[in-house]
């Protein structure tokens, strides 16, 4: 299983950026997919989550200016980040723990992907 993930960049205060992370391999099932960050001298922590059947989960530094949502279809996780601030700047790294008959649930990561706020 694999987790790509494309969409960071640098970005001004205030402003928007959209993330996706899409996965692939065997995969029979998707039970969580969700972003993590981790920012300089900080330790990494959930941005957001998505778990089937259950809902989402966000952290309050984010909630109300971040959005995640799923593509069961195409495997893929997206994060809508708004209202971006400087203390949102991180490498942003996508999360899923996966079904596959043959090995049941594991958890996977993606490559970081760099968010940069400033002005």
């Known amino acids: 299983v694999q987790l790509q993930a494309s969409g960071g960049g640098s970005v001004q205060p205030g402003e928007s950026l959209r993330m996706s992370c899409k996965a692939s391999?065997?995969?029979?099932?998707?039970?969580?997919m969700g972003w993590y960050r981790q920012a300089p001298g900080k330790e990494r922590e959930l941005v957001a989550s998505d778990t089937r059947g259950r809902g989402t989960k966000y952290a309050d530094s984010v909630k109300d200016r971040f959005e995640i949502s799923i593509d069961y279809a195409s495997k893929t996780v997206y994060l809508q980040m708004g209202s971006l601030k400087p203390e949102d700047t991180a490498v942003y790294y996508c999360?899923?723990?996966?079904?596959?008959?043959?090995?049941?649930?594991?958890?996977?990561w993606g490559q970081g992907t760099l968010v940069t706020v400033s002005s």
């Open positions: 391999g065997n995969i029979n099932f998707i039970n969580i």
């Open positions: 999360y899923g723990n996966f079904y596959a008959y043959s090995r049941g649930s594991e958890d996977y």
